[in-house]
């Protein structure tokens, strides 16, 4: 997968903003975490995944790979059912081409 692939035509504003934010990390790799998780799953979280998603959201990229990847522990507080669901969209980062060409592999 390399971007999106839902609409946000019929999700409320709040959601919105965050499919948007979800596919505009600065990292593609988070891009490629983040984005699909909330293709996915967005539309159906409780108010309060919401909250810890858009908390969790606010870490930076770089921390948050580390953290996805297994290079870094996860600290305490984001040890959650909703962290891990979201890791779980974890592609095979050694895969995928480091300048984005598919030739490269």
Not at 11 to 22: K, M, S, T
Not at 41 to 60: G, H, K, N, R, W
Request: glycine share 4%; net charge negative; hydrophobic share 35%.
């Amino acid at each position: 997968m390399t971007g999106i692939t839902r609409t946000s035509a019929d999700l409320d504003p709040r959601r919105r903003r965050i499919l948007f934010r979800a596919w505009h990390r600065g990292i593609r790799e988070m891009d490629l975490v983040f984005g699909q998780f909330a293709d996915n799953e967005l539309e159906a979280l409780a108010d309060t995944d919401l909250d810890e998603l858009e908390t969790i959201m606010a870490e930076e990229d770089n921390d948050l790979v580390k953290w996805i990847i297994g290079e870094r522990p996860v600290p305490q507080h984001y040890r959650t059912p909703l962290f891990e669901r979201i890791a779980s969209y974890r592609p095979d980062f050694d895969k995928l081409p480091a300048n984005g060409n598919k030739n490269d592999r």
